[in-house]
């Protein structure tokens, strides 16, 4: 079956078209805030430990609520809770829209929406990366996963420059809003997708089901090297998120130029999504970790050369190796861990990916002010290299294969 077939074949199944359109309304806002809200920090005070302060505040929560977030979604059925959670961050999101519109914006309540933002997000968490598996057979993971990049790719190609022009035209506040609003809209779409729910039979203690997650997280050697080595990666890549925008605001890059240098990402992502339509992964962790050590490029790139040409070519490289990385790991995930295992086994996943992110966040700020932000960038950018390489040392990462062989597609 060639790739545009199979693609077409997963839309037709109504639970993961409804998903899609949920997300894709979802993803619409959600591609235009990080730019709006980064900027709208930076108003308040031009200061990238005050960002970092801001983007922690959020980042916090997730490594709090996410090893509960996923026994929620075991417990209470995974589109049930993503529907809350999308109601629950809506309201945040208007909260800040108006703040920022008003003027009367300041930083602790900046920091307190978020904060209650990232908790909607760590709950919600485990149920978006586990619910796939529900929405179409086996044989169509690899075509679902890809069609899910492919939407997330082509919204942000599209979402931070628009994100961008907004920012220099009306303002931050008015993207923030638009973010607020589809995300009732996508709660609502959720209502259409028709999942069983969770059998009512008895079940054990949520400290014991964390326990049964915590056994068989430690167990699979692929799952909890992964997992450290990006402990260390997400928190490296804190640089580029907490410092990219300052450096922007003060080289030729701009503030405008950022969005274009996100949007660039994105089309790095978006081709590489349309490319792994036809080609599957064989060894999805082994290629996947090759594919991240470009997502380090365009800290380097930074470091070294802040132009706005070169980092969107940077960027579009990083982008596209971190496209391969995330299909691979959604396999290796939804094809190796057991249904009633997987949204507790994404929550320690996620624990353990996020937990060093507000370390990051919180650290990289006074470290650009003290040694310089190009310094710190190039620093963070070279050892997010060295750390990919490192976790191929595993052999269970590196001869990890497909648990079905699908037909190969032409």
Sequence with gaps: MSGRAGAVATLREPNFRFYFLSRLVNGAGSTMAPVALAFAVL?????????????????????LFMLVGGVIADRFGRTLVIQACNVAAGLTQLAVAGLVLSGAAQLWQLVALSALNGTS??????????????????????????????????????????????????????????DGITYFAAAALLTLVRIPPPSRTERASTVEELREGWRYFRSTTWLWVIVAGFAVLNALHSGFNTLGPVLAVHSSIGEAGWGLVLSAGAVGLLATTVVMLRVPLRRPLLWGMLGCTLYGVPMVVLGVHPHLVVAMV???????????????WSLAMQEHVPDDMLSRAYSYDALGSFVAIPVGQLAVGPLGSAFGVRQTLLVCGVLYVVVCLATLGSRSVRDLQRAEQPAPVS
């Design 314 to 328: 940077a960027v579009f490289v990083g982008g596209a190796g971190i496209e391969v990385f995330s299909l691979g």
């Design 121 to 178: 997000l760590a709950i919600s968490f485990p149920a978006l990366a586990s619910v796939l598996p529900q929405l179409v057979p086996r044989e169509q993971l690899q075509p679902a996963n890809v069609l899910m990049s492919m939407q997330r790719g082509s919204l942000n190609v599209i979402g931070p420059t628009v994100g961008g022009v907004l920012v220099v035209t009306v303002g931050p506040g008015w993207a923030v809003a638009v």
């Design 43 to 63: 108003e308040v005070s031009d200061s990238p430990t005050a960002l970092g302060v801001v983007l922690a505040a959020e980042s916090i929560p997730l490594v």
